[in-house]
C-alpha cells in the first residue's frame, strides 16, 4: 500500500526534528545546516501524507456509519464526496516521492550552436534564444550573455548565455537536442522551404569547489578579439582561448574588453562543460535511468522541429503538435511544450518506480 511506503519518510522526518533540537546538534552549524535542508525537503511528503491518512481515516468512519439505519443517508453523501479525493491525493504523492534531480534548483549555462543550413541556422539560433529571454522575463529569471560569435547574415554562429533564476534547471534541461527549422528565408526568390538545424546544450552552473581544476591541465592563449565589440576589440590582446588538455574541450571569449573578465566567463563556461560530462558519463552507465529520461542532455538526437509555413512545431519525443508556433517563440510561451514534456517525464520514473 501506498501509506506504508511514507512512513520511512514519516519516521525520518520526527528522528531529524529530535536531533535539530539537541544540544549538539545546535553547537555545530554546518551539521545543522544540512539536517535543516533535509528536513526542509521532506516537509511537503510529511504535510501531504497527514492529510492522506485524515482522508482515509474519514472515509473509514464514513463507512462504519453504512451499518447505522439512521446515519446511511448522511455516509453515503459523505463518501460520495471523500472517495474521489483518494486518486487525486495519491497522485500529488507519488510525484512528491519521485527522486530529486540534484540539479534542479542551480541556474544554466545554455548553449545555441548553429549547424546545417548556413545562414538560416544562424538566424535561427537568434530567433530561438530570442524565444528563452522572453520565456526566461515571463519567469521572472535573469539572462547574462557570457559569449556571442555573429554571422554575417544577421543571426549568430553561437550563443552562449547563464539564465539564473528559481528552478530555471528544472524547466529548460529539456531543450538539450537538435532543434530543426523549416521556412522560406527572406534571400528564397522562388518561395521554396529550407530546413536548417541548430544544437542546443543545458549545462547546470557549478561552483568553483564543485570542479577542481589543475592549473597544470589549462593552455591558455590570449589574441587579438574579432568581429563587433567597440573602438578598442581589435586593439588589444584581449581575448581568451582555454584548453582543457585532458578532456581537450576548448573554451573561447572574446566579448568583454577586459582579458580577465574574458578569461572569468571562459571558466565558467569550461566548468560547467566539465560538470555536464561527468553527468553524461554517469548517466552513460545506468542505462534504464537514461532510457527514462526525456532525452534531457542528448545533442544528438532530433527533438523538435519548427514548420513556419504550417505555423506549427513539433515535440518528436512526445508526439506533441502545436499549430501556435508564432505566438509560442514570439510571446516566449515555452510553457505549451515543456509542461507535457515534464509531465511525461514524471508518468515514466513514476512507471520505473513502481509507485
Given at each position: 500500500m501506498l501509506a506504508d511506503k511514507l512512513t520511512p519518510f514519516i519516521n525520518r522526518y520526527n528522528e531529524l526534528s529530535n536531533l535539530l533540537s539537541s544540544p549538539d546538534i545546535t553547537s555545530d552549524i554546518k551539521r545543522m545546516t544540512a539536517l535543516s535542508?533535509?528536513?526542509?525537503?521532506?516537509?511537503?511528503?510529511?504535510?501531504?501524507?497527514?492529510?492522506?491518512?485524515?482522508?482515509?481515516?474519514?472515509?473509514k468512519d464514513a463507512k462504519a456509519m453504512l451499518y447505522d439505519p439512521e446515519m446511511i443517508d448522511m455516509a453515503k453523501e459523505e463518501?460520495?464526496?471523500?472517495?474521489?479525493?483518494v486518486p487525486i491525493i495519491e497522485e500529488e504523492i507519488k510525484l512528491l516521492l519521485l527522486p530529486k534531480d540534484p540539479n534542479d534548483d542551480r541556474n544554466i549555462i545554455v548553449e545555441l550552436r548553429a549547424g546545417a543550413g548556413g545562414d538560416e541556422a544562424a538566424i535561427f539560433v537568434g530567433d530561438l534564444f530570442d524565444a528563452y529571454s522572453r520565456y526566461a522575463e515571463l519567469k521572472g529569471w535573469k539572462v547574462e550573455l557570457l559569449s556571442t560569435s555573429p554571422s554575417d547574415a544577421g543571426g549568430f554562429k553561437e550563443v552562449i548565455a547563464l539564465i539564473k533564476g528559481e528552478q530555471v534547471y528544472s524547466r529548460l534541461k529539456y531543450e538539450g537536442g537538435t532543434h530543426r527549422v523549416q521556412r522560406v528565408p527572406e534571400t528564397e526568390s522562388q518561395g521554396r522551404v529550407h530546413t536548417s538545424a541548430i544544437t542546443?546544450?543545458?549545462?547546470?552552473?557549478?561552483?568553483?569547489?564543485?570542479?577542481?581544476?589543475?592549473?597544470?591541465?589549462l593552455k591558455i592563449d590570449v589574441m587579438r578579439s574579432s568581429g563587433c565589440g567597440g573602438q578598442s576589440v581589435n586593439t588589444t590582446d584581449s581575448a581568451v582561448r582555454i584548453t582543457h588538455l585532458p578532456s581537450g574541450i576548448v573554451v573561447t571569449n572574446?566579448?568583454?574588453?577586459?582579458?580577465?573578465?574574458n578569461k572569468e566567463k571562459a571558466m565558467k563556461v569550461l566548468k560547467a562543460r566539465l560538470y555536464d560530462l561527468q553527468m553524461q558519463e554517469a548517466q552513460a552507465k545506468d542505462s534504464e535511468a537514461?532510457?527514462?529520461?526525456?532525452?534531457?542532455?542528448?545533442r544528438s538526437g532530433r527533438i523538435r522541429t519548427y514548420n513556419y509555413p504550417q505555423n506549427r512545431i513539433s515535440d518528436h519525443r512526445i508526439s506533441l503538435t502545436l499549430y501556435r508556433l508564432e505566438a509560442i517563440m514570439g510571446g516566449g510561451l515555452l510553457d505549451e511544450i515543456i509542461d507535457p514534456l515534464i509531465t511525461d517525464h514524471q508518468t515514466k520514473i513514476v512507471e520505473a518506480a513502481g509507485l
Open positions: 535542508k533535509e528536513q526542509s525537503s521532506l516537509l511537503n511528503i510529511v504535510e501531504k501524507t497527514k492529510e492522506y491518512k485524515t482522508l482515509l481515516n474519514e472515509i463518501l460520495k464526496e471523500l472517495e474521489p479525493q542546443v546544450a543545458v549545462m547546470p552552473e557549478v561552483d568553483d569547489v564543485e570542479i577542481e581544476i589543475n592549473e597544470n591541465d572574446q566579448d568583454q574588453k577586459s582579458q580577465h573578465k537514461r532510457s527514462a529520461q526525456v532525452g534531457t542532455g542528448d
